[in-house]
């Protein structure tokens, strides 16, 4: 029985992974704790080095997953030094004196979307402080001498109240309350819903493969289009959304328009097929 420690578990991802993995092995630690009765949990800074290595050294765990990162892409690039220390200095204060395997989760940002969708072996080139520091983290996990795996994914969507980056919340209580919605039509994805990830890291484990992954959902479509496929989810008036174009909204850092995330790798390895984006809403939905 390995035992796991989770960072950022208190987000969209993490509170599927804890769903996905046994309670027993779970350490769930982040910088807000809520507080759960189905496994352990614990406040935890990443960014306080004695604190980390502190825990890393009590818990001993088996492998680290970790989740927890600055994902505010336009706050990254107008604070790129707290950008840096969580998710680079970070990284590096989990890396240090840990001796187990790492599983480390990235984004489709480390590429510039010129040309995507990507595969593992293209060549990256981030446009933002995000997609830098994102990148700067996969490069010391790289460099450790420890067991990794590095997954990239990208629009990761959830519909729960513990959250205020969810995609699918802001779409839903927008159109709950008849309020007219702009969303992007030229960025380019195959969003990945969070308990779909969740079993595929879950799988990662008990197969006990390593190396760089990527993995999202199985159509790649815009942000317009993903939003009108939500509301009908929901049963709600796909009338309210408008589409806009990403130079119209004047977002402080770039983000790649032509994205997404090539699966082939993930799925000869553990023999499994990316869930559609219906099937996803669909299960998403009826599991509310």
Request: aromatic content about 10%; some cysteine.
């Given at each position: ?8 578990a ?18 769930a630690?982040?910088?807000i ?10 406040e935890?800074?990443?960014t ?19 989740l ?9 690039e ?19 004196n840990?001796?187990g ?7 489709d ?15 990256v ?60 039509n ?57 589409p ?45």
């Amino acid at each position: 029985m390995k035992k796991i420690l989770i960072t950022g578990a208190f987000g969209q991802l993490g509170a599927s992974l804890c769903e996905a993995l046994p309670n027993e092995l779970i350490l769930a630690t982040g910088r807000i704790m809520n507080m759960t009765e189905k496994y352990r949990c614990m406040e935890l800074d990443i960014t306080n080095r004695k604190n980390v290595e502190k825990l890393i050294r009590n818990y001993k765990p088996d492998i680290i997953i970790h989740l927890a990162a600055m994902t505010d892409v336009d706050g990254c690039e107008k604070d790129p030094e707290m950008a840096f220390d969580i998710n680079v200095e970070a990284t590096e204060n989990l890396l240090k004196n840990f001796k187990g395997k790492f599983i480390y989760v990235s984004t489709d940002y480390v590429f510039d979307g010129e040309e995507g969708p990507y595969h593992e072996d293209d060549k990256v080139n981030p446009v933002s402080v995000y997609g830098k520091t994102k990148l700067y983290g996969e490069n010391l996990v790289q460099e450790s001498d420890i067991d990794w795996i590095i997954l990239r994914s990208n629009i990761i969507f959830s519909y729960n109240d513990r959250t205020k980056a969810s995609f699918v919340n802001w779409v839903v209580d927008s159109l709950k309350k008849k309020q007219m919605i702009t969303v992007v039509n030229d960025q380019w994805n195959n969003p990945t819903w969070t308990n779909d990830l969740a079993n595929v890291m879950s799988m990662m484990i008990e197969k006990n493969i390593s190396g760089l992954y990527h993995y999202g959902g199985g159509d790649f479509l815009n942000r317009y289009e993903f939003a009108k496929m939500i509301a009908s989810a929901f049963s709600l008036d796909r009338q309210l959304i408008k589409p806009i174009t990403t130079p119209e909204l004047n977002w402080l850092a770039q983000r790649p328009l032509k994205s997404g995330l090539y699966t082939n790798k993930i799925e000869l390895d553990l023999g499994i097929e990316p869930l559609s984006i219906q099937k996803a809403l669909d299960r998403m939905v009826s599991s509310l």
